[in-house]
């Protein structure tokens, strides 16, 4: 029976100064299939390639299971706190995963090549990392998952306060960024949240698909930066799912169910994409259908809630409202409201 594989290796860049270790997962029937989806995966601080090749052994029963769908899982070790950063007149770290990375990987494994099959995720420094990559390029990839990613409260250096800043120990080539003099312009040229802002447009455009998670307890309080991003999303009307984990921790058991339900996302988005390409109907979306095609003359047919057609269906019964709604009320054809204050 066909296994996940581990393949260990080095790939040298002019970007950095060392070879970079690296470590692909294969998924079982890895060899001889078509084409697989790419899903770069972002260490965390003070981890390596090596927290990839540990998970494996998971992976290898999540795609047996079916919970997640066959993909080429890549990770580079790119240094305990590099923070994915392009350093000024140093290691270029940001852009050798966006760009120098994946053109290896394409060259030589099995996989896709189109933005809609190219996947970012990552925990903690690397789901910092995911998250600027992705809002910096986002027709370059399908979707982003960042779990308890470490990023702050606000757009500037100093919009956060001291509870929010207790992820960074120090140490590496990143103090200018998130030291305690931090360099107010490298700090906002690098947070996630001030590029989601720049670069809104075309975000939201893109059709990005956007997870965002931590838990509620974070011993690193990561859930004040998860939060307001996510606020941030909100108000510029940009579609993504949040989750807020009761008491869940940075590390401990909660988070492994975590990643799980990430990459269960993550497969997905491949899946709805391909659906979206190559659509399924069911009998009661033709019927419906077909009932729309008559001018919704006689009765409407019959329909399970759980198909596309009871969607179409629903909206279809409140279309006159919102509609009236939209005449008055600008912000009703927004996905996400304009929330009054809470306090």
Known sequence: MAQTRVELAELRSDLVPDPVPYAVVLPPGYEGSDPLPLCLNLHGGGGSRDMLAELSVVLDTWFSDGSVEPMVIASASTGELSFYLDEPG????????ARAFPAHLREKYNVRTDAGSTLLTGVSMG??????????????????????????PGFRAGDST??????????????????????????????????????????????????VECGDHDALNLHDGTEFLHRVLWDHDISHEY?????????????????????????????????????????????????????????????????????????????????????VDP?????????????
């Open 127 to 152: 789901g910092h990392g995911c998250l600027k990559i992705a809002f910096a390029r986002p027709t370059e990839f399908a979707a982003v998952a960042a779990l308890e990613p470490a990023i702050e």
């Open 243 to 327: 989750h807020l984990v009761r008491d869940g921790d940075h590390v401990g058991p909660t988070l492994l169910p975590r990643m799980h339900e990430a990459f269960r996302w993550l497969s997905e988005v491949l899946r709805k994409n391909r659906s979206a390409a190559d659509p399924e109907l069911t009998d009661a979306d033709r019927a419906f259908m077909k009932w729309a095609d008559s001018g919704f003359e006689g009765e409407a047919p019959a329909f399970d809630l759980n198909t596309e057609s009871a969607v179409q269906m629903l909206r279809l019964q409140f279309s006159a409202t919102r509609e009236a709604a939209e005449k």
């Open 162 to 211: 001291a509870r929010s800043r207790v992820y960074y120990l120090g140490g590496g080539n990143t103090d200018r960024m998130l030291g305690p003099d931090r360099d107010d312009a490298l700090f906002e040229a690098n947070s996630p949240a001030a590029r989601l802002r720049h670069n809104v447009d075309a975000v939201r455009s893109s059709g990005l698909a956007i997870y």
């Open 90 to 97: 140093g290691a270029q770290w940001e852009t050798f995963i």
């Open 331 to 343: 912000t009703a054809k927004r996905r996400y409201a304009v929330m009054p204050p809470t306090e």
